[in-house]
């Protein structure tokens, strides 16, 4: 979290003793009060400005812990409400997010142990890229014909750098938390 | 990311497993909805959704309704020309209502010269159930290009309810919840449109496409439009009324596109109509099908097309 140095010490002292499903909860509020902040501020003053995949920052977050059943059923719920909001079909957005949190799950799985601080910070921007790519797979199957992929990659973008900025907020582990400070 | 997935190594196959589960119920639930059933019956979820998305905005757009200029803005006499171009803009949005309705009378016009005996009295009548809704989202991801807009079935919205803005169709209701209700843009690759050249007459069935342009299909082999002309709904098929401005058409034989007007409009307000409503066919064939007191007393576009077709065997065939 890139701007945990300026919050109170009381608070970050306080986010590093929480739990699971305090961090869980701390999550699903940040995507919805996110996306309505977003939503009324596009709308207010006209915003051209693409939607952060704020889901998409949660699966790639919720990795780093390795496979757990509350993520994952709280992602699929997340994945049906973007599917509900984005018109999408039913079972589109938690397949994307599932499908990232495993890959990258496993990723560190496998190589958790030895994977070096460059590849530790690549490996989440790279997986955002594959939620997005498998959001436009999804979405060029389902109207039978590619897609525009430019909304996309500016939406994959913001995505990126959401979680750059909020990355902090979707740490489930909080011994690493404590460990890297914050 | 260091150090990832070191925890929670117990209990992996269970959660493997759950990983699977979660998976293919997903994909389960989306091959699913390739039955028109399943998919129609999730339909009120959206609905749903719409109406929480329209909740917030609706507060937004009472905060900004009450802002007072501000100091500088009234020192300067700012505050008293910006209320002088609104109410200007105001007044060419009302008056550019007034163009499609002429634009679309003028077609309706001669079409009737056309068609002897024919009477409709469907634009008076459009105009008095037609109400102005606010548009309070844009969805034009790649899933769907749709507008969500602040009212419902509170306000009388109903399916395939007709939209358009002041500059041309915008599109028609496909979901309606208690405080919101969907459109499905023409510039949708789902929507299809039957339209017609203004100036040709040739018949055609606009859909959009992902660039925002749009195609024209089902058109005559040998016929072609007039390029920079104007499109308008022909009303065949009875979701669409007849002469709504759709947009002009450009390109060349084979592959017709049109350039929607209805982007041009910068309002964030449709109208919305409900669609013109064609009686079923009588059970028992009528006495006198080209009798004109029929027309006249039926007033229905079919009773028109039936007795333009009837009596005159040379005129434009219309497909229902």
């Known amino acids: 979290m890139i701007w945990s140095n300026f919050l109170p010490r009381g608070v970050v002292e306080g986010w590093r003793v929480t739990g699971l499903n305090v961090r869980l909860g701390v999550g699903v509020a940040s995507i919805v009060l996110f996306t309505i902040l977003w939503d009324l501020l596009g709308n207010s003053v006209s915003l051209g400005v693409a939607w952060p995949i704020t889901g998409l920052v949660a699966a790639v977050g919720w990795a780093r812990l390795g496979l757990s059943v509350r993520p994952m059923v709280v992602l699929m719920l997340i994945g049906f409400a973007f599917d509900s909001v984005s018109l999408a079909p039913f079972g589109v957005h938690p397949l994307v997010f599932l499908s990232t949190y495993a890959l990258l799950a496993s990723i560190g799985l496998v190589i958790g142990g030895e994977m070096d601080p460059l590849t530790g910070s690549v490996l989440p921007y790279l997986g955002i890229a594959t939620g997005v790519a498998l959001l436009w797979i999804f979405a060029s199957v389902i109207v039978s014909g590619p897609v525009e992929a430019l909304p996309l990659l500016f939406a994959g973008g913001m995505t990126a750098l959401f979680y750059l900025v909020f990355e902090g907020l979707f740490d489930l582990d909080s011994a690493r938390t404590s460990a890297k400070g914050g | ?320």
């Open chain 2, 1 to 320: 990311m260091a150090g990832i997935g070191q925890t929670g190594r117990r209990k992996r196959p269970m959660r493997r497993l759950a990983l699977a589960v979660f998976i293919v119920f997903s994909f389960a639930l989306l091959i699913a909805q390739t039955a028109p059933v399943i998919s129609r019956a999730l339909t009120p979820v959206r609905a749903v959704a719409g109406d929480v998305q329209t909740f917030g905005d609706r507060r937004e757009q009472t905060i900004a309704s009450e802002q007072a200029p501000g100091l500088w803005a009234t020192l300067t006499g700012q505050a008293d020309a910006e209320r002088r171009i609104k109410q200007l803009e105001t007044e060419v949005a009302e008056l550019s209502r007034y163009r499609q309705a002429a634009i679309a009378m003028n077609e309706r016009f001669f079409a009737y010269q056309a068609m002897l005996n024919a009477v409709d009295d469907a634009p008076i009548a459009w105009a008095q159930q037609s109400k102005t809704v606010r548009i309070v989202a844009e969805t034009n991801g790649p899933f769907a290009d749709t507008l969500l807009a602040d009212a419902g079935q509170r306000s009388g919205v109903q399916v395939d309810d007709v939209a358009f803005n002041e500059m041309g169709l915008v599109g028609r209701v496909i979901t309606v919840g208690e405080r919101s209700s969907r459109i499905l843009m023409v510039t949708d690759f789902n929507s299809r449109v039957p339209v017609m050249g203004e100036r040709s007459g040739v018949r055609a069935v606009l859909y959009g496409a992902r660039d925002r342009i749009g195609r024209l299909s089902d058109l005559p082999e040998d016929d072609g439009f007039i390029i920079g002309e104007r499109i308008l709904t022909s009303g065949e098929g009875g979701v669409f009324p007849r002469g709504l401005v759709a947009g002009y058409v450009f390109g060349e034989t084979g592959d017709w596109r049109v350039d929607f007007t209805m982007q041009d409009a910068r309002g964030g307000f449709v109208r919305l109509l409900p669609p013109p409503k064609i009686p079923a066919p009588e059970t028992r064939p009528a006495d006198e099908p080209g009798d004109g007191d029929e027309s006249s007393e039926g007033a229905t576009v079919e009773a028109a097309v039936r007795t333009e077709v009837a009596n005159d065997g040379a005129g434009e065939v219309v497909s229902e």
